[in-house]
């Protein structure tokens, strides 16, 4: 169920009117049957998958709690990750070699294109990050329920942001209808609206015909491409996390935020303490620190940044393409670190500022050639294509301004466009742009797009 369509507009309104009408005491029970009709609306069968792995987990945590042995934790980790892998890479990899002949397996070859369980990685890092919190000892008890709603929580479910148990649980029995979140919350509605159906989507029908015949185009309309990409990407995903939490804030949660005007980083570093930032965080704490962190050697410092990097990209995606656009962000941020140390952008001038944020721009659109093809032989006809002279030209007049909202967007985005400076006129503001956003909608004729980031 699509954020950007009309059946969760439908399920929205009913979970809503239900929730609010109904005692606080049935609030939590409420938006967990919703969530489970929300995934189950997707494949009943995997429901029962999902149902079957919160309740092991939970397993576990009260295992560590209890007993605190070292097992629980061994187990509830390891059974997540081997979920996982199982379904992202092996299955994965079993199903090709069937295709290619050279494995002969009846159960694979009866199975869909399509196996991967929505949501797999998103909910596998959010339960692995509670089991291990309970081995660290920052809580020393589970409600079943709390945990259930915690992991099923419908607006963040299937592409995020990763939550912690201390992002959420604190609102559960505390959640109230009030002005401020309701207008915080048709606000990011609004802004995901513009960031997925109205510049997303619309990127997307411009440079989706390029990337399957790139050889067809001259050498700029490529380089357009790559450039138009990024902004599909941050509009797609960022646009899902606004349309998360402005659901989120019409519940009376406030869940994290993750994304702010990437494009404006200065550095990488920066760039990832900008871009999916909840995974950022989770990579941090649950993987680089227990690597070390930077109480490691210099060299042992870069090799475990180049690790990480490596493993978020597989995380990403199931192909080698993916796993080497962690690698290459990996050499980056060494790289930085090794000649410039931590840029510092209250020390750097404008000018300087400017060119910064275009070197990291570049890279950063370079790179998501990895993330959007599949082989380096494709990646390979792509960037040679570059070099055409001739060619069709993907020119439209909209193009530019799409481009140009993007930033500006961005720039809002860089001084938070939601802040107290905005909220004297806010009642005024919301009907003005609720007006323009929903005409602009309703006059693009283009099915309902789904978000890049459900295929992780």
Not at 375 to 393: C, D, E, P, R
């Amino acid at each position: 169920m699509l954020f950007n369509s009309i059946d969760y507009l439908y399920f929205f309104i009913a979970c809503y009117s239900i929730y609010w009408i109904l005692p606080s005491r049935f609030r939590k029970y409420v938006l967990i049957i919703f969530s489970l009709l929300f995934y189950g609306y997707w494949s009943g069968s995997f429901l029962i998958h999902f149902v079957f792995f919160i309740v092991l987990s939970h397993f576990c945590v009260l295992g560590i709690l209890k007993t605190r042995k070292k097992i629980y934790l061994y187990l509830g980790v390891g059974l997540n990750l081997l979920n996982l892998c199982f379904f992202k890479y092996i299955l994965t990899y079993l199903q090709y070699l069937t295709k290619e002949g050279e494995l002969t397996i009846p159960i694979l070859q009866s199975l869909s294109e399509f196996v991967l369980p929505l949501a797999i990685s998103f909910y596998t890092f959010q339960m692995i990050a509670y089991i291990v919190d309970a081995w660290r000892g920052k809580f020393t008890e589970s409600p079943f329920m709390n945990f259930l709603l915690f992991i099923l929580f419908f607006p963040q479910l299937i592409a995020g942001p990763i939550m912690r148990h201390d992002d959420f649980y604190g609102q559960i029995d505390n959640a109230k209808l009030n002005l401020d979140f309701v207008q915080r919350g048709i606000l990011h509605i609004i802004s995901g609206l513009v960031k997925k159906v109205l510049i997303a989507d619309q990127l997307a029908k411009i440079i989706n015909p390029v990337y399957m015949n790139p050889s067809e185009y001259d050498g700029i309309s490529i380089l357009l491409t790559t450039i138009a990409f990024s902004f599909q990407v941050y509009g797609d995903f960022s646009g899902y996390t606004d349309l998360a939490r402005g659901s989120a804030f019409l519940l009376g949660y406030e869940i994290p935020e993750n994304f702010r005007s990437p494009f404006l980083s200065i550095s990488f570093s920066e760039l990832w303490s900008r871009w999916h930032y909840t995974l950022s965080t989770w990579i941090r704490d649950y993987l680089y620190i227990p690597l070390g962190g930077n109480r490691v050697s210099e060299i042992r410092y870069n090799i475990n940044t180049i690790i990480v990097m490596s493993l978020s990209g597989l995380w990403h995606g199931n192909t080698y393409t993916f796993f080497l656009w962690g690698f290459f962000h990996g050499i980056f941020l060494s790289v930085e670190r090794i000649a410039f140390g931590k840029p510092d952008r209250k020390s750097m001038g404008f000018g300087k500022k400017i060119l910064a944020v275009i070197w990291v721009f570049v890279i950063f659109s370079i790179l998501a050639t990895f993330f959007r093809i599949d082989s380096l032989n494709k990646i390979y006809i792509f960037w040679t294509s570059a070099l055409n002279t001739t060619g069709k030209f993907i020119y439209r007049p909209d193009f530019w301004g799409l481009l140009v909202v993007s930033y500006l967007l961005q720039a809002l985005e860089f001084k938070n466009y939601f802040s107290n400076k905005l909220m004297p006129y806010v009642n005024w503001i919301i009907p003005i742009l609720v007006f323009l956003v929903y005409f602009a909608v309703i006059k693009i004729e283009s099915p309902v797009e789904t978000f890049i980031y459900f295929q992780f």
